[in-house]
């Protein structure tokens, strides 16, 4: 069945770096654009990023440009999300999550990965 | 960029009818899909409606998605409401400046 599943969470600094990473299973990989989304606790879903299925076009949320990287391989059926300069706002549950008519209906979505940001 | 606002929370009695609103702030509601999607506590979000008003197989028929054009809204309709339907609900469409934007969320209680 098609699935994500999130990696890579954990407590930073602010300022400090974390890598997350999504593995899909369950579809052709390289076939789908593919987004994170995520949720400070107890607030409401807000989209980060976005990528092409061949990685060509990438878009960010102005929240989080200059300071976080989306990329992908497809040879791995893995997404990835480079986050730096990490900031007390960025707490929350990343979710990865699978654009399924590129036109951006997002399903399925990963189980999501929590990145809490604190000194 | 536009924005999608929701009612913050709704309630309704087993049984009844509920429907929850999403108003787009500027430009065309029909202009791009919208998709409303459930979440229950502690879990992901999954899809109930996409493309304004398609149910992905396994969502019951009870849930039912619509737009209208002279309120600029879209309305996610739950009939014949379960206990289980008791979630957040969140609106969710394209903006044609590469950006993806979501309602801040509704939640229902089914009491």
């Known amino acids: 069945q098609v699935q994500l599943v999130e990696s890579g969470g954990g407590l930073v600094k602010p300022g400090g770096s974390l890598r997350l990473s999504c593995a899909a299973s369950g579809f052709t990989f390289s076939d789908y654009y593919m987004s994170w989304i995520r949720q400070a606790p107890g607030k409401g879903l807000e989209w980060v990023s976005y990528i092409s299925s061949s990685g060509s076009t990438i878009y960010y949320a102005d929240s989080v440009k200059g300071r976080f990287t989306i990329s992908r391989d497809n040879a791995k059926n893995s997404l990835y999300l480079q986050m730096n300069s990490l900031r007390a706002e960025d707490t929350a549950v990343y979710y990865c999550a699978r654009d399924s008519n590129r036109v951006g209906w997002f399903d399925p979505w990963g189980q999501g990965t929590l990145v809490t940001v604190s000194s | ?111």
């Not at chain 2, 309704?12 to 500027?26: A, D, F, M, Q």
């Not at chain 2, 506590?41 to 019951?60: L, W």
């Not at chain 2, 039912?64 to 957040?88: F, P, Q, V, Y």
């Open chain 2, 1 to 111: 960029n536009f924005m999608l606002t929701q009612p913050h929370s709704v309630s309704e009695s087993p049984g009844k009818t509920v429907t929850i609103s999403c108003t787009r702030s500027s430009g065309s509601i029909a202009s791009n899909y919208v998709q409303w999607y459930q979440q229950r506590p502690g879990s992901a979000p999954t899809t109930v409606i996409y493309e304004d008003n398609q149910r992905p197989s396994g969502v019951p028929d009870r849930f039912s998605g619509s737009i209208d054009s002279s309120s600029n809204s879209a309305s996610l309709t739950i009939s014949g409401l379960k206990t289980e339907d008791e979630a957040d609900y969140y609106c969710q469409s394209y903006d044609s400046s590469n950006h993806w934007v979501f309602g801040g969320g509704t939640k229902l209680t089914v009491l």
